[in-house]
């Protein structure tokens, strides 16, 4: 990444989306770029500081520039790897620009066509080699979405038609009102996968408390009741235990894969919930990267505890105030959560105006009202990215 003073992640408000597969997980991001001081931006310098070393392993990036003029620069520049270009549809519909994405294709840059489902109704092929982000209408799914990105997609039946049915590539968004819809009635369970996952892990004997303490974080509602779990009165609750990792060395590897199979039998069926509960655990990683760097441990663990925290009402249907009162919290994370006061809340603000489809141009305000950097937030967001698909690895640091 850059480092030298007055880069373009000053000049910029990067904001995120997540990309779903056939298969619930995270396939890539769009990433929105929102040019602040257009003057000041260079496109070749944006494309660096976007691509330099970006992991095999990390998503997709979908580049949505807001401005034609830095857009055009990026196309001219040399492509940068697991980066696609997205494109207006308007541009593959006249000859001068339509030669420049022939151009850019050649150079090497994977385009992205963002335009109506029925502008592309009975084509074979899109020019230009682009794949196709598809919003749709009012209209039926069609059957062959092979390949292809569609947005727009409020509602479960539809997400199941166009992942499940139709072969698309991705969803942008989830429809997260409609799936927790289904679930009012009674609190979600826990991931079964997330749990297959523990227990795995637990039988390695190089796995260390930190990949535990990783895995454990990717299902709030199993974070939220472990902390209960070791706090009650059938625990001992001879001590109040405010962090994940501290509840996780008090349970040990066999009491926690013993209570864990117990669960599993009661583990949530409904794969469409699993991003509902990644976006969760994303947001909460990117409050927690937005700490000054060389922040403690500790410190971060209790960021990432009670961003999660701040959305968990959304998956047990409870006031967050009468489920925080049962746990034994420090008062900044209750200031955060329940009173968006304290020195957690702006991290939790500004993590919430870049996770916010179509309020990029918050962003800049948010971060000057908490005295953040656009940069810093820029560059805290980049790094959450890219190890958004990463998992600690196993060390030897086992439990007792």
């Known amino acids: 990444m850059i480092t030298s003073r007055n880069t373009v992640l000053d000049s910029i408000a990067l904001g995120y ?5 056939r298969a619930r997980e995270l396939a890539a991001v769009r990433l929105g770029v929102r040019a602040v001081h257009p003057e000041s931006i260079d496109a070749a310098h944006l494309m660096q500081a976007l691509g330099d070393d970006w992991p095999e392993s990390a998503p997709v990036l979908m580049l949505s520039i807001d401005s034609p003029r830095l857009l055009q620069q990026a196309l001219d520049c040399a492509p940068v790897h697991n980066t696609w270009l997205e494109v207006p549809g308007s541009q593959f519909e006249h000859t001068e620009t339509l030669a420049r994405l022939h151009a850019a294709a050649r150079r090497g840059h994977k385009l992205l066509r963002r335009t109506e489902l029925t502008a592309v109704r009975g084509e074979k092929f899109a020019p230009a080699d682009a794949r196709n982000l598809l919003r749709l209408g009012a209209e039926s799914v069609p059957a062959g979405l092979i390949g292809q990105l569609v947005e727009g997609v409020l509602t479960q039946t539809l997400v199941r038609q166009c992942l499940d049915d139709a072969g698309a590539w991705g969803v942008l968004g989830w429809p997260d009102a409609d799936v927790l819809h289904t679930h009012r009635h009674q609190p ?3 991931d079964a996968a997330v749990i297959k996952q523990i227990l795995m892990a637990i039988g390695d004997e190089d796995c260390s408390v930190e990949h535990l303490e990783r895995l454990v974080r990717q299902d709030p509602v199993l974070v939220y009741r472990i902390l209960l779990l070791v706090n009650s009165a059938a625990f001992g609750g001879r001590h109040e235990i405010g962090s994940l990792r501290h509840a996780l060395m008090m349970l040990g590897f066999r009491e926690l894969g013993r209570w864990l199979a117990e669960q599993l039998p009661h583990s949530e069926p409904d794969r469409d919930l699993h991003p509902v509960r990644y976006a969760m655990v994303m947001r909460s990683r990117l409050a927690q990267h937005l700490l000054a760097t060389g922040a403690e441990d500790n410190l971060r663990g209790e ?13 047990l249907h409870q006031p967050l105030n009468d489920l925080l009162t049962r746990l034994p919290l420090s008062g900044r994370v209750f200031d955060a959560v329940l009173r968006h006061d304290g020195p957690y809340h702006p991290l939790l603000d500004v993590a919430r105006a870049q996770g916010e489809p179509g309020q990029l141009h918050r962003l800049p305000a948010v971060c000057q009202r908490h005295d953040f950097s656009l940069e810093h ?21 086992r439990l007792a």
């Open 188 to 190: 979600l369970n826990y």
């Open 303 to 315: 960021v990432y505890t009670t961003a999660v925290l701040a959305q968990l009402d959304r998956l």
């Open 377 to 397: 937030a820029n560059r805290a967001l980049i790094r959450m990215l890219a190890t958004s698909r990463d998992h600690a690895s196993a060390r030897v640091e």
């Open 17 to 21: 989306e997540p990309v779903w597969n």
